[in-house]
């Protein structure tokens, strides 16, 4: 699939079904998050990658606005490096690389934002000076459930033209 088709169509997906991902895809979804661009290339990221069926089921204590990562074939954690000045904008780079990637191969993802970061941390045995960026869920989904239009604003209330407030059709 095409950037810009995968820009245009992404959508963020709640329901999964139970197919498994193929280790390849799922090295080619983390390879896309590693290759991100990062400011001074500090690459303030790790990912811890979850495949164990037994940890994403006791994955949603934790995700309590993302109780469906229990559907999904893999998750992963991401965890950003404060020590970095930009290390949140820098990892949300990577992280919409790896759900670009993910989409193109038919993945749907959702980036899970009530996390009990603590608890999660000692879970999954993370060192104190890593902050727990989110966690996404990655798995097949039913694509019928794609609407295929999204609600967006129109250009002419978002884009200005050398100036703010100049209209870009003026």
Known sequence: MEVFECVSTLSTIRSYKEKKVPDEIVMKVMEAGRLAPSAHNDQPWEFIILRDKTKLKQMDQY???????VQVDFA????SDPRSKWHEIDTT??????????????LGSCWI????KEGLSQFLKIPKE???LT?????????????GTKF??????VFHLD???KNIDE
């Open 93 to 106: 780079r990577a992280i919409q690389n790896m759900v670009l990637s993910a989409w193109s191969y038919k």
């Open 163 to 165: 100036e703010y407030g």
């Open 130 to 132: 890593w902050n727990i």
């Open 135 to 147: 966690v996404l869920p990655f798995g097949y989904f039913n694509e019928s459930m794609i609407s």
């Open 113 to 116: 934002g009530r996390i009990d």
């Open 152 to 157: 967006r604003k129109p250009p002419k209330d």
């Open 76 to 79: 992963v954690v991401v965890l």
């Open 63 to 69: 995700c309590s606005s993302g109780t469906f990562i």
